[in-house]
């Protein structure tokens, strides 16, 4: 008999969320899903004053009824497992009340970012954490840190990228106009990535930076063409393949060693330059999948270097692809194995 999966996170396109639903039902499960964000998702109608001032005390609204449907869900069927990302709107009742009417439920929390951060959690997701079967993390630090909080039994999952969407890809002569350039950095607004990046603009690199918050840096220097524009799905997978050298910078506020984005790009088939780290080491062979910096001169010596090197780069991006799909770096991989320690433990 078919697994029954009750789904619940923020299922907008732009989101990996989505892409683990989906994958969930590739894999042949039978999933009822509940989206805690509204579908679609429009900043200027939905971020209004009352869910920042409940954001900011850390006991944010839940404005799609998420906590409801979770409990009409489970009087009226039964699941195997109750599947939550995140978490930050789902009250520590709802998660009591699972476990009341289907003792043998899994309840699942699943989350890519710092969860230990305080700017990352709520009071109901600290207050709930007890409850899970499984907290699933792809920080390392987190395992320990999260059954400091009162998580009952954490584990590790890979950073991964989505087997339909990133991938190497044809393009027409309208999108190679849009997405063609030298380097681009796809990523939201960070101080530390922004003032990397206008560093090598003065030096005469030409960067083309894509993502969420920039608005205020379009204009800045005629070498950083800000798009700012969020880009998701196909055209984000675009973007990468127009691209000769992709800037991966981590997320300082979230401690990242790693990111979704160290796998997404050698995945569609780009040339990655990344920050180093342990983590990143763990996932590619330096100077024959990934290209790593650690200094803001080495990243610009490293970008004169490759970015005339043709021959170099096709071999590294070539090199990251059979990586990411060898060591099984995808949502199915790490879903079935995310599954089996559900049901074997």
């Not at 792809?138 to 059954?147: G, P, Q, R, S, V």
């Not at 530390?192 to 800045?220: C, E, F, P, T």
């Not at 790693?258 to 990143?280: D, N, Q, W, Y």
């Amino acid at each position: 008999m078919e697994k029954r999966i009750l789904f619940v996170g923020d299922l907008n396109e732009y989101g990996r969320t989505l892409q683990r639903y989906r994958t969930f039902m590739g894999l042949g499960y039978s999933l009822r899903g509940i989206s805690t964000v509204p579908v679609p998702w429009r900043p200027t109608i939905d971020s209004n004053l009352l869910e920042k001032i409940t954001w900011k005390l850390r006991m944010p609204a839940d404005i799609t009824g998420a906590n409801k449907r979770i409990r009409k869900e489970l009087k009226s069927g039964k699941f195997d497992i109750v599947w939550i990302e995140k978490g930050a709107t789902i009250r520590p009742a709802t998660l009591k009340f699972i476990k009341k009417i289907s003792p043998s439920v899994k309840l699942i929390s699943c989350a890519e970012d710092d969860m230990f951060a305080k700017h990352n959690r709520t009071l109901f997701y600290d207050w709930g954490l007890s409850y899970y079967d499984i907290v699933f993390t792809t920080k390392i630090y987190n395992l320990a840190e999260l059954k400091s909080l009162g998580a009952k039994r954490t584990e590790l999952f890979l950073d991964a990228y989505d087997e339909n969407i990133h991938r190497p890809m044809a393009l027409s002569e309208e999108e190679k106009k849009r997405f063609n350039c030298d380097v681009s950095c796809i990523g939201a607004f960070e101080e530390d990535r922004a003032m990397r990046m206008l560093d090598l603009a003065k030096r005469g690199i030409k960067i083309a930076v894509w993502g969420n918050g920039w608005g205020s840096w379009v204009g800045k220097h005629p070498n950083l063409m800000v798009k700012n524009e969020h880009l998701y799905k196909e055209n984000y997978a675009k973007a990468i393949n127009a691209t000769k050298i992709n800037l991966c910078f981590l997320r300082k506020i979230n401690r990242d060693e790693i990111t979704s984005r160290s796998v997404e790009i050698p995945a569609c088939g780009g040339f990655m330059l990344a920050e180093k780290t342990k983590r990143h080491l763990e996932f590619f062979e330096e100077n024959k999948e990934a290209v790593f910096f650690e200094s803001q001169d080495e990243l610009y010596d490293l970008i004169k270097k490759y970015i005339i090197d043709d021959w170099a780069r096709r071999k590294i991006a070539e090199a990251g692809r059979r990586r990411v799909e060898q060591s099984g770096y995808n949502h199915r991989t790490q879903l079935i194995k995310m599954l089996s320690l559900i049901f074997t433990s």
